[in-house]
Nanobody, 123 residues
Framework: QVQLVESGGGLVQPGGSLRLSCAASGSTDSFNAMGWYRQAPGKQRELVAFMTNGGTANYADSVKGRFTISRDNAKNTAYLQMNSLKPEDTAIYYC?????????????????WGQGTQVSVSS
């Protein structure tokens, strides 16, 4: 079982920035990547970005150039730096530990999810 705790969300004006954090604990050895998802009201959960244990990052087209995922493997922690935020980035953001095929953009999320952190972008 994996436990995930997200933090760092809040209300920000368009063009602003936020940094999300995710601390993972428990049985993470069978996974080789960590990812960030988001779910806006009335929409399906979507993958925003993921990073392999080796540090290779992949991003959804909608956030490329604005969001940066990073990890501290020693602390089992992932971060999502979000810049140039737009109202359409408003959602609950969740982190996840999962698996990927190295060298591809394929990512399968694990079964464990945190409580999420709310990001609201509004003037």
């Amino acid at each position: 079982q994996v436990q995930l705790v997200e933090s760092g969300g809040g209300l920000v004006q368009p063009g602003g920035s936020l940094r999300l954090s995710c601390a993972a604990s428990g049985s993470t050895d069978s996974f080789n990547a960590m990812g960030w998802y988001r779910q806006a009201p009335g929409k399906q959960r979507e993958l925003v970005a993921f990073m392999t244990n080796g540090g290779t990052a992949n991003y959804a087209d909608s956030v490329k150039g604005r969001f940066t995922i990073s990890r501290d493997n020693a602390k089992n922690t992932a971060y999502l730096q979000m810049n140039s935020l737009k109202p359409e980035d408003t959602a609950i953001y969740y982190c996840n530990v999962g698996v990927t095929i190295i060298g591809t953009t394929w990512y399968r999320p694990g079964d464990s999810w945190g409580q999420g952190t709310q990001v609201s972008v509004s003037s």
